[in-house]
């Protein structure tokens, strides 16, 4: 998952000042644009999880990113990107704000508060990035999931609510990281022994969870 924006301003204020639209995705599997279409709006995700992911000319597909509640997704249509060069598709029951690209572009010209954050927001997602590329190419599957549900879940953040994830398919997972299935089983199995997670409604991941990042 991307970072949040960087202080405290109230995205969603300023997202519905210029008409953005609420839109309710659901059920899980349901696409928010799909890859070759036009690039014509940016999402903001309020609740729920997005998958972003890229089809290629063979027919295999591959997870680029995961991005939940605070995340922002199609932002490419604002660097002139004229189609999709990728799909965004709901993991479980989501909801967005729907924004036209040019409604946010005068928005980013208008606001400079909002502005600023929004910078810093791509910033932050793209050292993020950079991360999750390095994370792929050196690190094992078991440290690969940990970081993956630790981000999912916010950690770092002062907004404790977002510790407690709605259910995450294990294939998404799987796919997320670059692993099998049977892997993710194995590993989510030792986690919730160990008390690194807790299915309760929802699958809560711990602080403990961050010593399996951290060990070598």
Do not use: C, W
Request: no cysteine; hydrophobic share 45%; charged share 25%.
């Amino acid at each position: 998952m991307a970072s949040k924006l960087a202080t405290p301003v109230d995205i969603e204020a300023y997202l519905r000042s210029v008409g953005a639209k609420i839109v309710a995705v659901s059920p899980r599997g349901r696409a928010l644009f799909t890859q070759g279409e036009p690039a014509d709006d940016v999402f903001y995700i309020q609740e729920g999880s997005v998958r972003l992911s890229v089809l290629s000319k063979a027919g295999k597909e591959a997870v680029v990113a995961m991005f939940g509640a605070g995340d922002f997704v199609g932002e490419g249509a604002l660097a002139g990107q004229a189609v999709r060069m990728g799909s965004a598709t709901a993991t479980v029951p989501t909801k967005v704000l729907q924004v036209q690209k040019g409604a946010m572009q005068r928005l980013l010209h208008e606001q400079h508060e909002f502005s600023d954050n929004f910078i810093a927001y791509m910033l932050s997602r793209n050292i993020r990035v950079e991360a999750d590329l390095v994370d792929q190419l050196f690190n094992r599957s078991e440290k690969r999931l940990a970081r993956a549900l630790l981000l999912l879940a916010r950690y770092g953040t002062p907004d404790q609510e977002h510790r407690v994830l709605p259910k995450v398919s294990q294939e998404v997972l799987a796919e997320t990281i670059g692993t099998t299935r049977s892997r993710v089983n194995f590993f989510m199995n030792k986690f919730r022994r160990l008390g690194f997670i807790d299915y309760n409604g929802g699958l809560k991941v711990n602080d403990s969870l961050l010593t399996v990042v951290l060990h070598d």
